[in-house]
């Protein structure tokens, strides 16, 4: 079995940062990208940053300048460093990473974790 979970999610003013992680587990035999999205009230899921297994990221238009995202392979862990947030930014995060497991599979999916709520508001 595989599992996905992120934390660090919560409250913070504009103009604040915060924190994510997220960390697959289980049987993981190999990990190809790891990406961050978020869905926002009302709306639908959209991508905020990926990166490959080489530390290579893509970021969505919106966060540009503002989010990091890096990974460590070592610990099957992704991160989301977000600064200078905005109330646009609220959203509920979720993490994903495109894996293959040790049951015998020959092809890669992705696994999602359960999301992880970001408030931004005064």
């Known amino acids: 079995q595989v599992q996905v979970v992120e934390s660090g999610g919560g409250l913070v003013q504009p103009g604040g940062s915060l924190r994510l992680s997220c960390a697959a587990s289980?049987?993981?035999?190999?990990?190809?990208?790891m990406g961050w999205y978020r869905q926002p009230p009302g709306k639908g899921r959209e991508l905020v940053a990926l990166?490959?297994?080489?530390?290579?990221?893509s970021y969505a238009d919106s966060v540009k300048g503002r989010f990091t995202i890096s990974r460590d392979n070592a610990m099957n862990t992704v991160y989301l460093q977000m600064n200078s947030l905005k109330p646009e930014d609220t959203a509920v995060y979720y993490c994903n990473a495109v894996l293959r497991t040790t049951n015998g599979d020959s092809y890669y999916r992705t696994y999602w974790g359960q999301g992880t709520q970001v408030t931004v508001s005064s």
């Open positions: 289980g049987s993981i035999a190999s990990i190809n990208d």
């Open positions: 990166v490959t297994t080489v530390g290579s990221a």
